[in-house]
């Protein structure tokens, strides 16, 4: 729809897709104040307040993480009442874009619950049009103050497409969508194994750059309202950590 359509044609079409994600109640008001608005309960879950800033919302992932990863899970936020105070709306302090793969789903990594992550997942985290859309609703309309591009070890939509650019074949249908998508992150200095897994690395780093570019999410970054961060999921250990943003990828051709 396009931006005169939506002033003109149907006012309520906007409205009625934030109704569906946040809450008609909620997010009507929201409209009107120009800020979230919260179920009375809504800002604080098991593990305590709910995270406002950058900084807060990634100790509270990371701090879910050891959980995970120490078999200490709480698996919070999933009690009847919880539960109900979400049906008015919802206040996630953190969006996640994860790839497809069944073992790294973010909830159970991160050991938060019900209304906690706004999750967006691809194979390979590859952005395209309703990914980014995804994110940016995340960031604008609810406020969310952190998004974390996990990628993760043995990311077979990375390998595959490491393997089609290795062979000059292509995959079948719209797969090869992602790995067109993927390609720039491969480091064609390196082989075998070594060529995936630094891929795996350099495609998250390159999302993440990619994601602080969007005008709306930079100006959020330069206020400080916003962090974009680049992670990595081990299958092998079950930690979490930071990467560094992927240089150019002229500098890897």
Do not use: K
């Not at 569906?20 to 008001?29: E, N």
């Not at 929201?30 to 990634?58: E, F, I, Y």
């Not at 897994?197 to 709306?216: F, M």
């Amino acid at each position: 729809m396009t931006v005169d359509a939506e002033r003109q044609g149907n006012p309520g079409r906007r409205r009625f897709v934030r109704a569906g994600l946040t809450g008609a109640v909620a997010v009507t008001a929201g409209l009107v104040s120009a800020t979230p608005v919260l179920p009375p309960d809504a800002s604080v879950g098991l593990n305590g307040p709910r995270p406002h800033t950058p900084a807060s919302a990634l100790r509270a992932l990371a701090t879910g993480n050891r959980r995970w990863r120490t078999l200490h899970e709480r698996h919070p936020d999933e009690t009847r009442a919880v539960r109900q105070t979400l049906v008015a709306g919802q206040h996630p302090f953190a969006v996640i874009l994860g790839c497809v793969d069944s073992r790294v789903p973010p909830e159970l990594v991160f050991d938060q619950g019900l209304g906690d992550l706004l999750t967006v997942r691809s194979a390979g985290e590859v952005l395209d049009e309703a990914v980014l859309a995804s994110i940016v609703y995340g960031v604008e309309e609810l406020r969310i103050p952190l998004v974390v591009i996990l990628g993760h070890q043995s990311c077979g939509a990375v390998a595959a497409a490491v393997h089609a650019d290795e062979t000059g074949g292509r995959l079948a249908g719209h797969m090869q969508y992602l790995a067109d998508q993927i390609r720039p992150a491969i480091d064609h200095s390196l082989t075998g194994a070594a060529r995936v897994d630094a891929a795996i690395s350099a495609n998250v780093g390159l999302v993440r750059t990619r994601l602080a570019a969007e005008p709306v999410l930079t100006a959020r970054i330069e206020a400080r309202e916003l962090a974009v961060v680049a992670a990595r999921y081990e299958l092998t250990s079950q930690r979490v950590h930071q990467i560094a943003a992927a240089p150019p990828a002229t500098a890897r051709s």
